[in-house]
């Protein structure tokens, strides 16, 4: 199965985690001021040591994807949305069929090696992706001098070249007014925390996605502890406003009902929509309040009412009209589903 | 100079803004110009990315000569300082030797240091060449490697690391018998 449609740890909190390293490979150009000749040639040496990295990966050309799998793609946070609209022809995913691991080829930088989990599981990422690392660095000679470390086109990711980010689910901390508090704390601990969808002070489905800032001067293993604590920190806040909204049972029992009623029996709902809605009947799933639901469907119901995601579904283009039509369809036939 | 908006075609308008006594000049391309509607020279806008205007900024606040840093440029990829500043990202790997001087400060704003202390690679993989230079491909490693030590042995004696430096020497010397 998918890491996205599977349970993970303290995963009524933190929907997903994701380790990423930022490579270039020596005496190539970083991939803005490559040559055409240049990024052929990454991409064909990239291919042609796919076998030897297992896995199960496969090597797959961006070209070859249609535009709506590759927003698919970007949906389920697997590529970069500037990457899915990259004009150049040698871009590329090293991928597997479980989809936790996703390489981008010529993206920013010639490599960009990715491994996700859903839950926190930050460590086990950060071994699987330095495992990766080591297998590809005895094929590819990196681009890095000593001072700098792993030299990267962007000066924020120099260094380690790590940014690892969790994804986490905070609607008890929204609902009781405390969430301005969480994210000047962890922004204070040198982490970045923001909002994954929607702009300025509305966050859509209260998901908000952590990483750290600092890559340069630090090792793998702080970076990977300082994120597991902050998570760890962020967790227990979260539970603890869910416990305090729990005490005032029939309003909370009220709200998350009323969302579900709204989310299984609508004609037609809107993306955001059916992301409220359903932030809402996590949190009322998580806390045993909504039976009706499990952490697999919901896991399915936020990724596949995603637009690419419904006309993928559907098979052709659709209108926004109709993809809310068809979205609302979508939903009812999962909540059925045994 | 090349057009700060797109990158591609050769500059031929030069913006120049005044506020607060504050000059930022930009160079644009016609078509940047006029898509941007720029060719009636009215609107006051921000062409630069984020990172940059960020970097730039803080470059102006340290004591710096501008006009140096300003002619500064990457032998290996073309890219220049302005171009750097505009666009937030470097051109190649070599690029990092390059504008040293002004990153360094920036990093440490960055990343609190900028020295790197985490994991590196060990070496072992062989070198990628594109077709066209392929044929000296020895003869080029060689030179890479030279031109690394001798690098490094310039930033040892700068960092007053004599041990380190007297070593890069030696092996310096064994190279060129």
């Known amino acids: 199965?998918?890491?996205?449609?599977?349970?993970?740890?303290?995963?009524?909190?933190?929907?997903?985690?994701?380790?990423?390293?930022?490579?270039?490979?020596?005496?190539?150009?970083?991939?803005s001021k490559s040559k055409e000749g240049q990024l052929s040639a990454i991409n064909e040496k990239l291919k042609s040591i796919v076998p030897a990295l297992g896995y199960g990966l496969k090597y797959i050309n961006l070209t070859d994807i249609?535009?709506?799998?590759?927003?698919?793609?970007?949906?389920?946070?697997?590529?970069?949305?500037?990457?899915?609209?990259?004009?150049?022809?040698?871009?590329?995913?090293?991928?597997?069929?479980?989809?936790?691991?996703?390489?981008?080829?010529?993206?920013?930088?010639?490599?960009?090696i990715q491994v996700f989990s859903s839950g926190?599981?930050?460590?086990?990422?950060?071994?699987?992706?330095?495992?990766?690392?080591?297998?590809?660095?005895?094929?590819?000679?990196?681009?890095?001098?000593?001072?700098?470390?792993?030299?990267?086109?962007?000066?924020?990711?120099?260094?380690?070249?790590?940014?690892?980010?969790?994804?986490?689910?905070?609607?008890?901390?929204?609902?009781?007014?405390?969430?301005?508090?969480?994210?000047?704390?962890?922004?204070?601990l040198g982490m970045s925390i923001r909002g994954l969808y929607g702009e300025g002070s509305k966050v859509e489905g209260d998901i908000y996605q952590i990483s750290n800032n600092?890559?340069?001067?630090?090792?793998?293993?702080?970076?990977?502890?300082?994120?597991?604590?902050?998570?760890?920190?962020?967790?227990?806040?979260?539970?603890?406003?869910?416990?305090?909204?729990?005490?005032k049972g029939e309003e909370l029992e009220d709200k998350v009902y009323r969302d579900y009623g709204v989310l299984s029996n609508a004609r037609k709902l809107s993306e955001e929509e059916a992301q409220e809605l359903l932030s809402s009947v996590k949190l009322g799933t998580d806390l045993g309040i909504i039976k009706e639901l499990n952490d697999s469907k919901i896991s399915k119901?936020?990724?596949?009412?995603k637009s690419a995601n419904v006309q993928v579904k559907v098979g052709k283009k659709l209108s926004v009209y109709e993809q809310d039509i068809e979205r609302a369809n979508i939903v009812k036939q999962i909540i059925k589903e045994d | 100079m090349l057009c700060q908006n797109c990158g591609k075609n050769e500059a031929n308008i030069r913006y120049t803004q005044i506020i607060n006594g504050i000059k930022k000049e930009i160079a644009l391309c016609s078509d940047c110009a006029k898509k941007l509607g720029m060719d009636n020279l009215e609107l006051p806008f921000n062409l630069n990315s984020f990172l940059g205007d960020f970097f730039n900024d803080y470059a102006e606040t340290e004591f710096m000569p501008m006009l140096q840093t300003n002619e500064l440029k990457c032998k290996n990829c073309g890219m220049t300082y302005d171009e750097f500043i505009n666009t937030g990202v470097f051109g190649c790997s070599q690029c990092y030797d390059v504008f040293s001087n002004p990153i360094d400060s920036l990093l440490k704003n960055l990343h609190g240091t900028s020295k790197h202390i985490g994991r590196l690679p060990n070496g072992k993989a062989e070198k990628i060449t594109v077709e066209a230079d392929s044929g000296d491909k020895e003869k080029n490693k060689e030179s890479d490697k030279k031109k690394m030590l001798e690098r490094d042995l310039e930033k040892a004696i700068k960092e007053e690391r004599y041990e380190d430096a007297a070593k890069i020497r030696d092996e310096l010397k064994e190279m060129n018998k």
């Open chain 1, 214 to 247: 600092q890559t340069l001067g630090v090792t793998e293993k702080e970076i990977t502890k300082n994120l597991k604590l902050i998570s760890q920190k962020i967790i227990e806040q979260e539970r603890l406003a869910r416990k305090f909204l729990a005490k």
């Open chain 1, 66 to 112: 249609d535009d709506l799998n590759k927003e698919v793609l970007v949906e389920k946070h697997l590529i970069s949305p500037e990457f899915a609209k990259s004009k150049n022809p040698y871009t590329a995913i090293i991928i597997n069929d479980e989809e936790n691991i996703c390489i981008q080829v010529n993206e920013e930088d010639h490599i960009k």
């Open chain 1, 1 to 31: 199965m998918n890491w996205y449609l599977q349970n993970g740890k303290d995963s009524d909190v933190i929907i997903s985690s994701r380790v990423r390293l930022s490579r270039n490979i020596e005496g190539i150009p970083f991939v």
């Open chain 1, 120 to 188: 926190l599981d930050v460590e086990n990422l950060m071994n699987l992706a330095i495992e990766i690392d080591q297998k590809l660095e005895d094929l590819i000679p990196y681009s890095v001098s000593k001072k700098y470390g792993y030299l990267t086109a962007c000066p924020t990711n120099v260094g380690t070249g790590l940014k690892i980010s969790v994804l986490a689910h905070l609607p008890a901390l929204s609902l009781t007014g405390n969430i301005r508090k969480v994210l000047n704390a962890v922004n204070n």
């Open chain 1, 301 to 305: 119901l936020i990724l596949e009412t």
